[in-house]
C-alpha cells in the first residue's frame, strides 16, 4: 500500500519560519494532488495549500502570501514553507495525496498521521 511520512513540525516563535516535508512510499502507479492541511483544537480540518500534478497550487486564506507549497514528482515529495508564522497557525498539519496504487483502481486519498506545528513565544 502507500505511506506517507511527515517530518519538520516543531515549535516556533511568532514570526518564525518552518518548513514541512511529507514523502510518499509504496505502490504508486502515478501521483496526483498533494497538499497540506491543518487542523486546530476544537476547530474543523482546513486546506493549507495543495498543489496539481501540474504544478498549479491553491492555498487558504488564512495562509495566502506567507506560505509555499512545492513538489518533487521524482522523490514523490512536497514541500510546504511557512514565514510570519502567527501564534493562530498553530495546529496538527497532515499531508494529503491523491495516489494511484494500481491500474485497476481509482485515486485513493492518503494522509499522513500528522505533525505538530506550534508558534509561541
Known amino acids: 500500500q502507500v505511506q506517507l511520512a511527515e517530518s519538520g513540525g516543531g515549535l516556533v516563535q511568532p514570526g518564525g519560519s518552518l518548513r514541512l516535508s511529507c514523502a510518499a512510499s509504496?505502490?504508486?502507479?502515478?501521483?496526483?494532488?498533494m497538499g497540506w492541511y491543518r487542523q486546530a483544537p476544537g476547530k474543523e480540518r482546513e486546506l493549507v495549500a495543495r498543489?496539481?500534478?501540474?504544478?498549479?497550487?491553491q492555498y487558504g486564506e488564512s495562509v495566502k502570501g506567507r506560505v509555499t507549497i512545492s513538489r518533487d514528482n521524482v522523490k514523490a515529495t512536497v514541500s510546504l514553507q511557512m514565514n510570519s508564522l502567527k501564534p493562530e497557525d498553530t495546529a496538527v498539519y497532515y499531508c494529503?495525496?491523491?495516489?494511484?496504487?494500481?491500474?485497476?483502481?481509482?485515486?485513493?486519498?492518503?494522509w499522513g498521521q500528522g505533525t505538530q506545528v506550534t508558534v509561541s513565544s
Open positions: 509504496g505502490s504508486i502507479v502515478s501521483l496526483n494532488a
Open positions: 494529503n495525496a491523491l495516489i494511484r496504487s494500481s491500474p485497476y483502481r481509482a485515486p485513493t486519498d492518503y
Open positions: 498543489i496539481n500534478s501540474d504544478s498549479s497550487t
